[in-house]
């Protein structure tokens, strides 16, 4: 048919079914590294695909393919990152949240926050804003994040702390204070 045997076409057929649930995670994980800018992000989830699938003969563990993935695309990212420092090409985060943020007006309280949350949320540095992504919004373990970053469990966790305090601080979120009950409290209630 197209040359391979036929072993590796099967391989080739479930690597392709398994991966195509992980793309728009991918996806959201290689925009929030690249800051919003939506055609590096796509360039980069179309790298790592491509890499994975060429690389496909060499991968050891069988079973779903997600850690993996975002391993390669964690990789490439720093990889490019690298390149571009090099280059003196970056940009300051807070200019490119900027310019891409639109201005919001009227009474829209919550449009608000979130345009702050975001401000903040580029501020932080690579290390955090990645735990913070892999973890709360790819819900991946902690261990698969300590795999997919290259790094100790601890350090993710401290990493994950660390990114959840400063992203309070910048943006002025206090946790409501705690009361403390009485049991004199409790049993004027009853």
């Known amino acids: 048919m ?6 590796l076409a099967d391989t080739t057929a479930n690597f392709t079914t398994a991966v195509e649930a992980h793309i728009p995670g991918l996806r959201r994980f290689a925009r929030a590294l690249l800051r919003g800018d939506c055609e590096r992000a796509d360039d980069l989830v ?6 994975a699938l060429s690389s496909l003969h ?37 200019a490119i949240v900027e310019r891409e943020l639109s201005g919001v007006e009227g009474g829209q ?6 345009r ?3 401000r903040a ?21 902690y261990e698969e994040a300590a795999r997919v970053l290259g790094v100790p469990i601890g350090t993710v966790m401290s990493r994950l702390s660390r990114g959840r305090e400063r992203l309070r601080r910048l943006t ?18 009853a």
């Open 58 to 94: 060499r991968r050891q563990v069988k079973g779903d393919p997600r850690g993996w993935l975002y391993t390669i695309l964690y990789h490439r990212f720093l990889t490019d990152r690298g390149r571009r420092n090099r280059r003196s090409a970056c940009e300051r985060p807070t």
């Open 46 to 51: 179309q790298d790592t695909l491509e890499r």
């Open 172 to 189: 002025g979120y206090k946790p409501a204070e705690k009361v403390r009950q009485t049991a004199d409290d409790l049993s004027s209630v």
């Open 109 to 114: 309280d919550s449009a608000l926050e979130y």
């Open 2 to 7: 197209n040359g391979r045997p036929a072993f």
């Open 116 to 118: 702050d949350l975001l």
């Open 121 to 141: 949320f580029a501020i932080l540095p690579e290390e955090q804003r990645s735990v913070l992504l892999l973890i709360g919004v790819e819900d991946l373990s």
